[in-house]
């Protein structure tokens, strides 16, 4: 599959990034300082603002932007991956292939990106990376979710504190 990926300098994006094995793994919020460590080292050299994120139990969504004349994305993921990785235990099952590459089995090789196109596309990708823990039932209301940028957002006056509940209608479609 040829995978094509889009590079615009300064651009803000939203990533979704899996852990390999999803099924009853915690791995993330088990570890969440590890992995804050892991991106707050990773901006020191390599800076982006933090519009959005997301973390759940075995995946994250993220919503940031490069500085101006910055097209590398690529190498913070990798980095925030690789920073993490070796920061946990060697305890994870790995396959033939990662074990020749000397990889660890922890995140899923490929991830998910999208630039985004103008203020409707960041508001629409914002409110998913808050609604994520509802729409995935590790809580009825978003404000009950510790692993996400929700408060800061609440602190700014852009989202009300009990937006979104569990039987909110999110996106005004009937």
């Known amino acids: 599959m040829d995978y094509r990926r889009i590079w615009h300098p300064g651009g803000t994006y939203f990533f979704t990034i899996n852990l390999l094995q999803r099924k009853n793994n915690d ?43 910055d097209i590398d994305y690529a190498t913070r993921i990798r980095l925030i991956k690789m920073g993490f990785s070796k920061a946990i235990p060697k305890n994870e099952r790995r396959s033939a292939i990662r074990i020749k590459r000397g990889e660890r ?35 009825k209301q978003v404000k009950d979710w510790p692993y996400s940028t929700f ?10 504190l009990n937006w979104a509940g569990i039987d909110e209608n999110l996106y005004g479609v009937e």
């Open 105 to 139: 089995g922890i995140w899923q090789r490929r991830y998910w990106e999208h630039l985004i196109r103008d203020e409707a596309d960041f508001q629409v990708h914002l409110d998913y990376i808050h609604y994520n823990p509802v729409k995935h039932g590790w809580v």
């Open 27 to 69: 791995l993330l919020i088990q570890n969440i300082q590890l992995l804050r460590d892991s991106i707050k080292a990773v901006k020191v050299n390599h800076p982006f603002k933090t519009h959005g994120w997301v973390v759940l139990p075995e995946h994250m969504h993220c919503l940031i932007e490069l500085p101006a004349n």
């Open 151 to 160: 408060h800061r957002w609440v602190e700014r006056d852009v989202y009300p």
